[in-house]
């Protein structure tokens, strides 16, 4: 059965890093658009990054870009979401999710497989 599953959350100060981590079981990421998502309590679910199959191309929303990178390693099955300089408008959950291809906006029915999220809370 294909699944994704997050990890990497938790409590970071305002500035520091954390790196979340998107596995997959049960098919190959690297032929999939592999899509980092974040929803803020009472806020709309929001495109974060994407990373491309094949040809490994990245997109970053404007509210991250500079300070978050996303990359693939095939042989862990796993996508990363590196996340530096973090803000307390960070916080929200976090979710991964395969598709065919890469974009940025949020596009309900349009995605295969959804992992469950992780919490990132950026508090001092």
């Known amino acids: 059965q294909a699944q994704l599953v997050e990890s990497g959350g938790g409590l970071v100060q305002p500035g520091g890093s954390l790196r979340l981590s998107c596995a997959a079981s049960?098919?190959?990421?690297?032929?999939?658009?592999i899509h980092w998502f974040r929803q803020a309590p009472g806020k709309e679910r929001e495109g974060v990054s994407c990373?491309?199959?094949?040809?490994?191309?990245?997109y970053y929303a404007d509210s991250v870009k500079g300070r978050f990178t996303i990359s693939r390693d095939n042989a862990k099955n796993t996508v990363y979401l590196q996340m530096n300089s973090l803000k307390p408008g960070d916080t929200a959950v976090y979710y991964c999710?395969?598709?065919?291809?890469?974009?940025?906006?949020?596009?309900?029915?349009?995605?295969?497989?959804w992992g469950q999220g992780t919490q990132v809370t950026v508090s001092s």
């Open positions: 990373i491309s199959g094949i040809n490994s191309r990245t």
């Open positions: 049960g098919f190959p990421l690297e032929y999939s658009g």
């Open positions: 999710a395969a598709a065919q291809s890469c974009w940025l906006d949020y596009s309900p029915g349009r995605y295969d497989y």
